[in-house]
T-cell receptor, first 111, second 113 residues
Framework: NAGVTQTPKFRVLKTGQSMTLLCAQDMNHEYMYWYRQDPGMGLRLIHYSVGEGTTAKGEVPDGYNVSRLKKQNFLLGLESAAPSQTSVYFC??????????FGSGTRLTVV | KNQVEQSPQSLIILEGKNCTLQCNYTVSPFSNLRWYKQDTGRGPVSLTIMTFSENTKSNGRYTATLDADTKQSSLHITASQLSDSASYICVVSVGAGSYQLTFGKGTKLSVIP
């Protein structure tokens, strides 16, 4: 039972480059989320989805886009990476208000 | 503004000792409070979840308490082990939507032999 799988685990981008982070869950959860974690700060919600084909903005959505074409996958895109987007990104999924499961994270560095 | 404050920021204890971590929140409306453990380089893992009506919940050597009147919670770790070294994050759920979570900055616990 894999839970929540994030790929890649590490990535270095140059300013202006684009990339997509992939999150996959095998628990049939309706809700999926993308968070970023920065030193000295709590996790902050970037975007979330309450079901296949739906997405919504979280607390810090600027510079990111997301898609939920399949229930099990939630993609986070950076169209033009900036150094301020250097962070650790976590994907999570949940059935309802309980039972959040987090992935192991993607460490992204933008130079 | 919804806020979750944790103390202390960091803590060092000897293996086998007990410790208590604190969490104060100003979140409204309150739905539930969670404690997570985050090992270095890993994602957070749920330890306990408490609703408004629950004032204590245990998970092995971890016991969380909740005082909804004073908006305070604590996480007590008994007989600490080296594997307890991690960051412990207090998270409060706002209202009925599970996407409305407010995260604390965490307490970094180091257990030394």
């Amino acid at each position: 039972n894999a839970g929540v799988t994030q790929t890649p685990k590490f990535r270095v981008l140059k300013t202006g480059q684009s990339m997509t982070l992939l999150c996959a869950q095998d628990m049939n959860h309706e809700y999926m989320y993308w968070y970023r974690q920065d030193p000295g700060m709590g996790l902050r919600l970037i975007h979330y989805s309450v079901g296949e084909g739906t997405t919504a903005k979280g607390e810090v959505p600027d510079g990111y886009n997301v898609s939920r074409l399949k229930k099990q996958n939630f993609l986070l895109g950076l169209e033009s990476a900036a150094p301020s987007q250097t962070s650790v990104y976590f994907c999570a999924s949940s059935y309802q208000d309980y039972g959040y499961t987090f992935g192991s994270g993607t460490r992204l560095t933008v130079v | 503004k919804n806020q979750v404050e944790q103390s202390p920021q960091s803590l060092i204890i000897l293996e086998g000792k007990n410790c208590t971590l604190q969490c104060n929140y100003t979140v409204s409306p309150f739905s539930n409070l969670r404690w997570y453990k985050q090992d270095t380089g890993r994602g957070p893992v749920s330890l306990t979840i408490m609703t408004f009506s629950e004032n204590t919940k245990s998970n092995g050597r971890y016991t969380a308490t909740l005082d909804a009147d004073t908006k305070q919670s604590s996480l007590h770790i008994t007989a600490s082990q080296l594997s307890d070294s991690a960051s412990y994050i207090c998270v409060v759920s706002v209202g009925a939507g599970s996407y409305q979570l407010t995260f604390g900055k965490g307490t970094k616990l180091s257990v030394i032999p």
